[in-house]
């Protein structure tokens, strides 16, 4: 019999930002919990762009700190430069995104798994999961060390059979140069699972020295910065300044000129990359007519040389990489330190789960982040969570934690992967959700908090704290609404923003509706004003201004609830209910969907097929 090194309640597989989410939601809801890592230097790594956040991305990173997660946390004591994106947008595309200094960011997530009870890290390679009877009994290292687990995360990010590509080079790896999982993809073929492979890159690092920054355009963070955790009280600040370049015409040549000797494009590459952070000879070739492509130089952090070269991630040989870096102006004389590579990695079917992560087939065993098909550091973090979280409340006999559409981007990210699969690795975009309106990132933890404090995650000061500023953010819009200024007054106001006047008295709340005038433009009509943070007077103007628009959303939103909210029974067999085409029925067998909300997003299930199975759901209930 193998040597049981410990009993725990959780074990999770992986270090990244999927398993480090998942290792302390589980501790901190009181299960005992291990989490390995194939290195202890590479927890919470950033092996592509040291950054968090960005367009959807930053609201992911909101709502994770909204239940109760660590990224938001770690990212604000991290940061090196903070920008809001999409200002010139409206509020449901906002989204803040920060560079990282990466080492500063490995430190804090591992300093926070070290100091959390109940939690401990271990170094070393899961290669076998163990089941008995009832389900997940443990997990063997490449040693031969069992520990004993009741619920077991797979959180394997681009480790599993990982291979690094550059040109006709391939080699067994997993990111920066860090040991492969090999073993583990063969148990879980035999265990049952459909795994994929996918593939995704990530681009050079080069040296600032070598860097002509007087042929670039400087871009610089916000002056002010709004943290991405809603308990961070005193936001950091900008300590860097990142630059813009280009590609041209030179660049894109010799890239044609060498696309044979690429991957993706020779038949060396077995996985699907991403649609939408392509590779620079995929741009090239997708986008014929663009006469040139942005690039972006990012620090890596605060002691180091090594900048970052966003937007030109490849998968070209080195000699190739350096003269296509050497023809973009700015870049002549660039020394790279670390090549640019792309890397395939299996990961699995994600139909095969639950929205609560949990695979349908084997009880006790989660996935999360990049194993589950995703890319980017954010989808994983919040997929982690929510397989923590579930991990543990199943252990607890109590019922899962799912967060659907309307809820949360997070909703939106589990829904699409768990009902339609993805044929490629999935990316959160604003415009994946049909309830974005709702959905913003300012308003995250009026979502989400309430749910995080009531399983556990959030502490009662801090929800609270919200509570309040939701109570004084109703307070100032009813004040708003019942506070008249004369026509004097109001004109004043108008003809500054340069927009027409008035000719009777007019309530405040109508002024702030027109686009041209913000909450702050009222305070010289406006003598009773309160002193507001400015979280509050943000969701104040927000409000107001899209009063119309939200209403229609929460109208939206209240018939997805019904449709959600009709029940499928698990043990349904849907190749007896006459009237249903065949590929529904075999869609509905394979995903099956908890309710008829979920089963009308299958792909291949038509709106008939969604009328044959409520009228069979009625004509059968008990």
Not at 486 to 496: E, Q, R
Not at 610 to 620: A, G, P, Q, T
Request: charged share 25%.
């Amino acid at each position: 019999m193998a040597f049981i090194a410990g009993e725990y309640d959780v074990a999770v597989i992986g270090g990244g930002h999927a398993g480090t989410e998942a290792a302390l939601a589980s501790a901190r809801l009181g299960c005992k919990t291990v989490l390995f890592s194939i290195s202890l230097d590479a927890l919470g790594n950033l092996p592509c762009n040291p950054s968090i956040g960005g367009t959807a991305k930053g609201h992911l990173v909101r709502e994770i700190d909204a239940l109760g997660g660590e990224m938001g946390k770690a990212a604000d004591a991290s940061f090196i430069q903070s920008k809001m994106l999409n200002r010139g947008k409206g509020p449901a595309v906002h989204s803040l995104r920060a560079q990282i200094d990466r080492k500063t960011y490995h430190r804090e997530i591992k300093k926070r798994l070290e100091y959390q009870q109940g939690l401990d890290v271990k170094q070393g390679e899961i290669v076998k999961i163990l089941t008995d009877e009832n389900g997940i009994s443990g997990v063997e290292t490449h040693t031969g060390i069992c520990y004993s687990a009741k619920a077991v995360i797979i959180a394997s990010g681009t480790y599993l059979r990982g291979k690094i590509l550059m040109g006709e080079y391939e080699r067994e790896s997993g990111p920066d140069g860090m040991f492969p999982a090999k073993q583990l993809s063969q148990c879980l073929r035999d265990m049952g699972i459909r795994l994929v492979r996918f593939k995704t890159g990530t681009p050079a690092r080069i040296h600032a020295d070598s860097i002509d920054f007087s042929q670039t355009e400087e871009e610089h963070g916000d002056e002010n910065i709004v943290p991405f955790s809603f308990q961070t009280e005193t936001p950091g600040k900008n300590r860097v300044i990142c630059h813009m370049l280009y590609t041209n015409k030179e660049t894109h040549k010799i890239i044609l000129d060498n696309l044979s000797k690429a991957p993706l494009y020779n038949g060396r590459a077995e996985g699907v990359g991403p649609r939408y952070c392509p590779s620079i000879e995929d741009k090239i070739v997708r986008f014929s007519d663009k006469e040139r492509h942005q690039l972006f130089i990012e620090p890596m952090g605060l002691d180091t040389k090594e900048m970052y070269a966003q937007g030109i991630s490849t998968g070209l040989p080195e000699d190739v990489q350096i003269q296509m870096m050497r023809s973009i102006k700015g870049l002549e004389n660039v020394e790279i330190m670390r090549a640019a590579y792309a890397i395939e990695y299996d990961c699995c079917d994600p139909t095969q789960l639950y929205p609560s992560l949990e695979f349908k087939e084997i009880s006790g065993l989660f996935g999360a982040g990049q194993f589950n098909g995703t890319s980017g550091y954010e989808e994983a973090a919040a997929q982690g969570l929510i397989a923590g979280i579930n991990a543990a409340r199943k252990i607890k006999g109590m019922p899962p934690v799912i967060i659907d559409r309307s809820q949360a981007y997070i909703g939106t990210l589990i829904d699409d992967l768990v009902t339609k699969g993805t044929n490629e690795p999935y990316r959160m975009m604003t415009s994946r959700s049909e309830y974005r309106l709702l959905l913003r990132q300012d308003n995250a933890d009026e979502r989400l908090m309430p749910i995080g404090y009531e399983i556990g995650l959030i502490p009662k000061d801090v929800y609270d704290k919200m509570l309040d500023k939701l109570d004084k953010t109703k307070a100032e819009i009813k004040r708003l609404e019942k506070t008249s200024v004369s026509p004097a007054d109001a004109n004043k106001i108008l003809g500054n923003a340069g927009t027409s006047p008035v000719k009777n008295g007019v309530r405040l709340a109508d002024l702030l509706k027109r686009p041209e005038i913000s909450y702050d433009a009222l305070a010289d009509a406006d003598p009773e004003r309160p002193v507001l943070s400015r979280e509050i007077c943000e969701q104040v103007e927000i409000r107001i201004k899209y009063d119309g628009y939200i209403a229609r959303q929460i109208s939206q939103i209240n018939r997805f609830k019904k449709a959600e909210n009709k029940l499928i029974p698990n043990d349904i067999d849907y190749n007896g209910i006459n009237g249903l085409r065949l590929e529904a029925r075999q869609k509905l067998s394979k995903i099956r969907p908890l309710s008829i909300g979920q089963a009308s997003r299958i792909s291949g299930v038509s709106p008939a097929d969604i009328s044959v199975l409520i009228v069979w759901l009625e004509v059968n209930k008990s």
